[in-house]
């Protein structure tokens, strides 16, 4: 199976700051990369596809990056909504699998 | 609008087997764009995928499941649905379905989930 590991596990903002989430996968998946959003007591939501690709409605404060082992996910200037915790996947072979997670909490 | 609604019992005894269905609304599963997915996800814990159909059937498994686990569809309901044999505590879950995006492979859709307990 495919290895995803996220950084941090756990991170602390304020309104407006910058956050960076970190994925690696433990081997090449090209761009098969999505990013969900969840909040407590409800379904991933789709943020981010195909490692950049910013889903149909999704505020353009959000953005992913990168190729190959390393992703990014990055929230431009954090809002109240996004505290959330933040799944990456990946889709290149089958057992799709996800990270572990990034819970983004208000400092 | 896509709408994804699972149903089925929310607990279940050990050894028993658990069986979920995903009715669809607002879009045909009778479709070559899709695939329709189960994922779990344990108390606290991270997501698993479980496996996905395809409309003619064929499925994909997680092999860390594949022995217990069997999904099928049925296009006349626009529905598809999951069964887990001799399920165990450790099959205690929120069990969600999705939309699975067939050309660049992402979620795009999903239920709302419902929680599935395994206890005597």
Same mark, same amino acid.
């Given at each position: 199976?495919?290895?995803?590991? *996220? %950084? ?9 700051? $910058? ?6 996968? @433990? ?5 098969? !990369?999505? +990013?969900? *959003?969840? #909040? ?8 981010? &596809?195909?490692?950049? /690709? ?8 959000? @953005? ?8 990014? !996910?990055?929230?431009? %200037? !954090? ?12 889709? &290149? ?13 208000? *400092? | ?5 699972? %149903?089925?019992?929310?607990l279940a005894k050990p050894s028993e087997t658990l069986s979920l269905t995903c009715t669809v609304s607002g879009d045909s599963i009778l479709t070559s764009a899709y695939y329709w997915a189960w994922i779990r996800q344990p108390p606290g814990k991270g997501l698993q995928w479980i496996g996905s159909v395809y409309y003619t059937g064929s499925a994909d498994y997680n092999p860390s499941l594949m022995s217990r686990v069997t999904i /099928? ?8 649905? !999951? #069964? ?10 929120? &069990? &969600?379905?999705? $939309?699975?995006?067939? /050309?660049? +492979?992402?979620?795009?859709? +999903? ?10």
């Open positions: 199976d495919i290895q995803m590991t *996220q %950084s941090p596990s756990s991170l602390s903002a304020s309104v407006g700051d $910058r956050v960076t989430i970190t994925c690696r996968a @433990s081997q090449d998946i090209f761009t098969y !990369l999505s +990013w969900y *959003q969840q #909040k407590p007591g409800r379904a991933p939501k789709l943020l981010i &596809y195909a490692a950049s /690709s910013l889903q149909g409605g999704v505020p353009s404060r959000f @953005s992913g990056g990168g190729s190959g082992t390393d992703f990014t !996910l990055t929230i431009s %200037s !954090l809002q109240p909504e996004d505290f959330a915790t933040y799944h990456c996947e990946q889709s &290149y072979r089958t057992p799709y699998t996800f990270g572990q997670g990034t819970k983004v909490e208000i *400092q | 609008q896509l709408q994804l609604q699972e %149903s089925g019992p929310g /099928s569809a049925d296009t006349s309901k626009n529905q598809f649905s !999951l #069964k887990v044999t001799s399920v165990t505590p450790a099959d205690t879950a929120v &069990y &969600y379905c999705a $939309r699975l995006h067939r /050309s660049t +492979w992402y979620f795009d859709h +999903w239920g709302q989930g419902t929680l599935v307990t395994v206890s005597s």
